[in-house]
């Protein structure tokens, strides 16, 4: 089939890899416009606008799908399909219509759980044991079309969203290739999805602030999701300090919510529960470091808070 693609990030372009060693034909693809990223916020293509580039393959990057040359451009293409993961944008009813058998999206959750942006940091952070991927075909609702296929996957006890993803992205993808090959031969069939609905918005910052008077799990689970994005965070001296996935310490004595307790070999958070160990942080304008490396720069004391 003709296809044309529309995704943005690198779990995006795993998907579009596949699909240019497939007998598809990927036309061009659609990705949000250049932006800044990185510690120097140079402005930078996005993953699927560099491989799409390498490859030979036409980029459409409008700020808006709503744009009359976009939709023009997608008529000419005339597209039989167009798969979508992870785009970061809205396609509007008028671009609906325009491929012979619609939008495929693929979305890394088991629809209709976990709704939205962030579906594979919200499970981290719920506690679920297992996740997984999706096909649906794509409608003006939030993940809400009927839905072709799906794909499990177990939730590792240690597993950060972006390990999570990582494996998503490789499992997903042979789920997205097998949907369109079955739209293709004409074997496809999607059902309307059954079960409880929930939300997944995007993480903000604030979100991401460490709630040290939650038991020790639900530290451990929160940290998790935010990693890499939007990374969590504490305060200590009023300095932001970037804080990586700890460890649960079962055996220690416990310590207030927050108070920072500092051995020969490990820094230990108090929780509600049992305290943490700390891992990595990454103190502000400066490089990940181990916490130790990090306590002894700064000199910390058992009177030290992360608040």
Known sequence: ?????????????????????????????????????????????????ELARERGVEVLQPASLRDDDVLGRLTELAP????????????PAAALTIPL???????????????????????????????????????EGLDTGPIYGIVTETIMPTDTSGDLLERLART???????TLDAIEAGTAHAATQVGEVSLAPKLTVADAAVRWDAPALAVDRQIRACAP?????????????????????????????????????????????????????????KREMPAADWARGVRLTDEDLFV
């Open 1 to 49: 089939m003709r296809l044309v693609f529309a995704g943005t990030p690198g779990v995006a372009a795993v998907a579009l890899a596949d699909l240019l060693e497939s007998h598809h034909e990927v036309v061009a693809v659609i990705t949000r416009p250049d932006a800044a990223a990185g510690r120097g916020r140079g402005v930078t293509a996005s993953p699927v606008a």
């Open 80 to 91: 039989d399909c167009a798969p979508v993961v992870a785009y970061g944008g809205l396609v």
């Open 101 to 139: 058998h619609g939008w495929v999206n693929l979305h890394f959750s088991l629809l209709p759980a976990w709704r939205g942006a962030a579906p594979v940091q919200h499970a981290i952070w719920r506690g679920d044991d297992i996740t997984g991927a999706t096909t649906f075909a794509l409608e």
């Open 172 to 178: 997903g993808s042979g789920l997205l290739l097998a």
């Open 229 to 285: 994005a939007p990374g969590a965070w504490s305060t200590c001296r009023d300095e932001r300090i970037g804080v990586g996935p700890v460890t649960i310490a079962a055996d220690a004595e416990s310590i207030d919510p927050g108070r920072l307790v500092v051995g020969k070999r490990d820094i230990l958070v108090g929780t509600a529960t049992v305290p943490v160990r700390l891992g990595v942080v990454r103190p502000a304008g």
